[in-house]
DNA sequence: GAGGAACATCGACGGATGTCAATGTGTTCC
DNA sequence: GGAACACATTGACATCCGTCGATGTTCCTC
């Protein structure tokens, strides 16, 4: 799966997306696609110094702690955070330069 | 559902977003998640005037009448593209602002 | 108004998805 | 090495989703 959606697929407006393309760009909106997943990239993007324990991420969205695991699997796989280990935890970021290649395939023709 | 989505959010990143309002925004990008949908917005954004029939949508995507209908209906739902009949035909159009509004939804704090 | 054309809806089917309890894996500390 | 903690994976279940053939509905034309 292409997770690089910047080198992949120009604005939607520019040109007609080939049929080749549209996979990885739909999984990344997918990705998007649900309450629970939003909810977490917003938590990242709003957090101070942009990354988040993954412990901290389990009671604010009020899911039991392997569906919050299952969501930033999701998340991870369509490339817009990213995971680090230290010591026994996860901390997550937003990857913000794929999240920006999803604002510009929204954009209009030019 | 909630369409009016740039009343709805602010960017993800300016505040953790509210719990109340990620469903109307999940769905909105959910309807970007597929790409057959992503090929018929493409097809709407880069057509001259702005629209096109439904009957020029169903070749290009490579799907059966019916299903190329049912998503349109769901980027209908999800307020992306408008339809207007016209004679026997309809015609569909992309909703410019709803589109920008997903693309400001994703910008980073500022 | 009868026939036909264009699009929508329905019903059914297989596959994907969200959720949780239970379990597994990796790390730290004693 | 063993206990404890943090997170991931598995298995199971219900639900949702994409797809198509068949059928409805709406509108035009003769």
Known sequence: MLNDL???CAPLGTAALPAENAPPLAKA???LGDPVR???LSLLMTAEGGQV???DLVEPV????????????VL???GLVT???RGTNVWYAVAPEQVAALREVLAPAT
């Open 29 to 31: 909106f997918a990705a």
């Open 38 to 40: 939003l909810r977490l």
């Open 76 to 78: 991870r796989e369509a």
């Open 53 to 55: 324990c993954a412990c």
């Open 6 to 8: 910047a080198a992949c």
């Open 83 to 85: 995971a680090t280990r």
């Open 62 to 73: 009020g899911k039991s702690q392997p569906t919050v695991s299952h969501h930033l699997k």
